[in-house]
């Protein structure tokens, strides 16, 4: 609660003169109660003239910041903006690989939808990343669109992180069902198969996170004239609401919004993370014996098997990145899985999940480097895909350097022809072909240009 001198110096000022919050007031105080503010003013009004709109309130540029904490601030201006780019780039170069006709596979499909999920994840926390630099942050309409938005990109956000935690698990058991049975690594699935199970991801994925925008209710108010723009957002499922008031929304409707959000946590945190350490673990335990059967059968290349021979290996490298990437994933996702579950009230470890938050994000744009360092056959892909566009950039720069250079003297003889005279137009007339008559194999007819340009320079 705000005392009643600061909420009188709020609402009483000059009124022709912006008032100005004190610089030890919180913002969020006054959003929330500017209803009992004016019901405190209609007992008691001060006098008129005196008396100021509530929107007139002006407040501080320190109090323009939306980060929880010092903690958050740095990081979202400092490390977020090169983790971002590094990750999107990252990704990006994933994708042109793991696209490409040669390396088309179902395990490079999970990877490939991976990879898109995680760059649209990425994108989506530009928004939280500007908002901290002043040019935006002093933005109204920067502003504006960010608080009437930031709970559907969070939700959005949580989508795209829950489709690609199932795509790693999906990677993970085609990569643990190959290894296994080399019958199933070499088999295809029919056409429809591949979409389908993508497509249902994506689907129950949405189901399971869709509740998130209905989550959090947002009260948005402007200040100082229209100029200045604040929000507080509060969960829906909260005993209380803005100004000490009641809970407007329903008992059903609360439980409903818990019940989702168990479910979520249930469905979408704490199942990918065991299937993932099991996952792991198994896949782990296979590369160990498949090792084992390599090192045993290197003799069986002389009867004649050389091929069989580097079908495994091959599959024992892809499953080895496999498990880099399931390792990581793991890694970066366990401690932000054991703060939602544990931790009731997040806001009393801001800071700490905030710093969970930032590791789940390092995995995700982790995902280059470890393709780089454990597929070789990656590393040979990308810079095979990347020579072969810089040579195309290069003889196209090529090829328009010497049409530029040839379109110049061709001109210049047009013109002089066209400004000869007759006789010298007769002289290199061409004769009409005889019928019948056709041009030797390999010598292709020549243009005008080019029958007259050779007689001009004897000419000359």
Not at 330 to 343: C, F, I, K, M, R
Not at 401 to 419: E, Q
Not at 437 to 458: D, N, T
Request: net charge positive; hydrophobic share 40%; glycine share 4%.
């Amino acid at each position: 609660m705000l005392p009643s001198e600061q909420i009188l110096h709020f609402v009483m000022c000059n009124f022709n003169d912006n008032c100005t919050i004190p610089r030890n007031v919180d913002i969020n105080e006054i959003i929330v109660e500017n209803d009992e503010i004016l019901e405190r003013i209609e007992d008691d009004p001060p006098d008129e003239g005196q008396m100021a709109n509530f929107t007139e309130i002006c407040y501080p540029a320190e109090q323009n910041s939306v980060s929880g904490s010092p903690f958050e601030y740095h990081l979202q201006r400092y490390f977020y903006p090169i983790l971002v780019i590094f990750g999107i780039l990252g990704n990006s170069l994933n994708l042109t690989v793991l696209l490409n006709r040669s390396m088309r596979s179902r395990a490079n499909s999970f990877l490939a939808v991976l990879a898109f999920a995680d760059i649209i994840f990425l994108f989506l926390l530009l928004p939280n990343i500007l908002i901290n630099y002043s040019f935006f942050m002093n933005s109204y309409s920067f502003r504006s669109m960010y608080f009437y938005l930031k709970v559907h990109i969070l939700a959005t956000a949580n989508w795209c992180a829950s489709i690609a935690h199932w795509c790693v698990i999906a990677v993970s058991f085609d990569r643990l069902f190959g290894i296994r049975n080399p019958l199933y690594a070499r088999a295809t699935w029919k056409w429809w198969k591949l979409p389908m199970v993508i497509f249902s991801i994506g689907i129950i994925c949405g189901v399971f996170t869709f509740y998130q925008h209905f989550e959090f209710h947002c009260l948005i108010k402007d200040f100082c004239s229209g100029k200045q723009i604040f929000s507080k957002c509060k969960a829906v499922t909260g005993p209380t609401w803005f100004g000490n008031r009641t809970n407007p929304y329903s008992e059903q409707y609360r439980n409903l919004i818990s019940t989702c959000k168990m479910v979520n946590i249930f469905g979408m945190i704490v199942t990918p993370i065991i299937l993932l350490v099991i996952l792991n673990f198994l896949l782990l335990w296979s590369l160990r014996k498949r090792q084992k059967h390599l090192s045993m059968g290197k003799d069986l290349n002389e009867d004649g098997r050389h091929n069989d021979s580097h079908m495994q290996k091959t599959e024992h490298r892809v499953t080895l990145t496999v498990c880099f990437i399931v390792t990581m994933y793991t890694l970066t996702n366990l401690p932000s899985a054991l703060v939602h579950v544990s931790v009731s009230e997040p806001a009393s470890y801001y800071d700490l999940t905030i710093f969970t938050s930032t590791l789940v994000i390092c995995g995700k744009a982790s995902n280059f480097i470890l393709f780089c360092l454990g597929s070789k056959h990656f590393r040979l892909r990308l810079l095979k895909l990347t020579q072969r566009k810089i040579n195309r950039k290069i003889e196209s720069l090529a090829g328009s350097l010497i049409n530029n250079t040839t379109t110049v003297p061709l001109s210049t003889a047009k013109l002089s022809v066209s400004s000869s005279s007759g006789a010298a137009s007769r002289r290199v007339s061409m004769p009409p072909p005889k019928r019948g008559s056709e041009m030797p194999r390999g010598k292709r007819a020549q243009s005008a240009v080019e029958a007259i340009y050779p007689l001009l320079k004897s000419k000359s």
